[in-house]
Each structure stands twice: as C-alpha cells, then as structure tokens.
C-alpha cells in the first residue's frame, strides 16, 4: 500500500475517483454500470482504446457474474439456495461462494464475532426504501439466529448448513469488495497498468494516474454533496462504510443498514469508516466490522493489523486517524484541519 502527498482537492459525491489532472487523455476509457445493486464504475488507460473498451466490458460481466452468485434477492443465486435449505440440509456451494463465506468467518473471528454475515437473519425484517424497521419483540425473538457459529462448512464435500432453523445470510459487508478484487485480477491479466474499479463505497487501484497519484474523496456524511477529507493513493484498496448508504430517519431516530450482531440494531458510535489497504476483499469486511466495533475497539483492531489504515468520522463529526496516517509522509488531507 501506498500514500502520496496530495495538492489538490475536488468535490465528489459519495467515494468516488478524485484526479489531479484538469483534462483526461483521449486514452483513458471510463464505464459506469449498476450492478450489484450499487454502482460499479472502472476507468483504465491503455494504448489501444479497443483493448481498453474489451477490459472494461470483461469487468462488467465479471460484476455480473458474481451478483448472479451471491445476490440474496436473486432466487436462483447459490446464496440463495443456501439460506431457503442449509436448516434442513447440507447445501452445495460453489467453489469461490464457499471459499468467500470461509473468509468471512475468519473475519467473523479475528474481530469476536463485529463481523457476522448472519446479521441477515434480522437484517432482513428492516426496509430502507419503506422506512420500515422489526419491531424489538421481533428483533428480541430472532435476535439468537445472529452467531457466525451457526454456519457449518464441510471442506471436503463444499457444503454448508445451519446449525439451527432460521438462519439467512448476507454477503454485503464483503461481495463487493471480493468483486472489485477479481475485477482487478482480469485486467492485470490483461495488460492493464493503470486502473481504478470502484463498487459503491468499495475501490481497488492498479498503478498510479500516469505519473500522477489517484485521489479518492471522503464523503462527509451528513453533506452528501461535501468531501470531508481526502486521499492520495497508488496501488492500493480502499473501502468506506457509512450510516448514509441505506437509512431512514423515524420519529427522530435514524436506522441504518450496519447493525449490531449482539443487538440486531443500527451500530450507533460512529458515523463512516474508510479503511486502507492491499486488497479491496479485507478493506470492505474491516470497515464495516470497525464500524460496528466503535473508535475505541476498532482503531485498536486496526493498529495490531499489518498494512491497514483507518479514518474514522464520529457521532461528533471529528475525524480520527490510525497511527500509520499520521506520519508525515502518509499523511491525508483533511477539510477540518484536526490532524
């Protein structure tokens, strides 16, 4: 992972790319898609424009591919078949599905149980678009499905099933982060030098800007059209979790879609995590488990981790840094001037 010294700045509109440069070059292609039910967007640059439409419509159908896998709304996706038969049975997972759900669960360990993909299990009973939220005698009553440790994975016949009846899934805090990854994997097999794929609030980049660094802006959360900070980058993966991405406000009080395994409600401490490091697969997972951890425990997490980096937006809107950032080198450029 890599940090450059940013000098400019310019306004984006959640985490989106940043460039320095004031007019792209006639070779650099772009495409923005939804998929996944976010926006996937890849800009790359190669010498042939036919090489470079080709590498990014071959990330688009690999986006594809895996919402056709792991989509919980999708009823004939494996994920899906998973969470409609693994109480009553072993189900069959595919190869890469089985291997991601595995890395879940190392994730679900190494942060005691802040991340958990059977959060899904209440999850499901909240609708962000409706503004409709479980009740807390419903929440209370399926509040013992949530335990990563009801998923039981056989290695050696790649099948999985629930421990007891009710569990579901939800692959969110981590799809799109294994997605952007893969995307990567293709252009670099490909050719390609220099690249960004971004998967809503989830970024991987490949080299830098053509001499210049990319910068990505950090969306202040409660000004969706303000950028809170800012962050130079080369070669490296970058994910945010906020509590705007799916909400609503309710006598007062505001829901969102980052819940609480041990309460089966809205974490409620911080109010975006934006995580740095190698791959966009541990960035997506880490953000949205310091997240649910709060300041204290998570950038605690985040200091013991090799090449991971954190700024952390609280209830105060004050921005906090992992220790890595703060050094002079690395150091991001931040709106409020509280570094």
Known sequence: MRLLTQKTALSCLFIVLLTLAANTHAEWQKQEQSIM?????????????????????????????IDRLMSPYKPDSNLSQINANASQ????????????????????????????ITFASVGRHYNYRKGI??????????????N????????????????????????GGIAKG??????????KKMGIKHAIITAGGDSRIIG???????VIGIRDPRKSRAVKGTIPLV?????????????????????????????????????????????????????????????????????????IEAILIDQKDRML???????KKNSPKSKDNNL
């Open 235 to 307: 070669d490296s993966a970058l994910s945010t979790s906020g509590d705007y991405e799916r909400y609503f406000v309710k006598n007062g009080e505001h829901y969102h879609h980052i819940l609480r395994p041990d309460t089966g409600k809205s974490a409620k401490q911080l109010r975006s995590v934006t995580i740095i490091g190698p791959n966009a697969t541990t960035t997506d997972a880490l953000s949205t488990s310091v997240f649910v951890m709060g300041p204290k425990k998570g950038m605690e997490l985040v200091e013991k981790l090799d090449d």
């Open 321 to 327: 840094y992992s220790s890595g950032l703060l050094s």
């Open 208 to 214: 830098d800007k053509r001499g210049r660094p990319w």
């Open 178 to 187: 294994h997605a952007v990854d893969n995307g990567i994997r293709i252009l």
């Open 148 to 171: 990563y440790k009801h998923i039981l994975l056989d290695p050696k016949t790649k099948t999985i099933r629930f421990a007891i009846p009710g569990v579901s899934i939800d692959l």
């Open 37 to 65: 039910g976010t926006a996937i967007r890849v800009e790359l640059f190669d010498q042939d424009p036919n090489v470079a439409r080709q590498a990014i419509q071959a990330v688009m159908d690999e986006m594809h591919r």
């Open 89 to 116: 049975k072993a189900v069959s997972v595919e190869p890469e599905l089985f291997k991601l759900i595995a890395k879940s669960l190392h994730f679900s360990n190494l942060t005691q149980g802040a991340f958990d």
């Open 133 to 146: 939220r479980p009740t807390d005698e419903k929440i209370n009553k399926e509040l013992l499905l949530i």
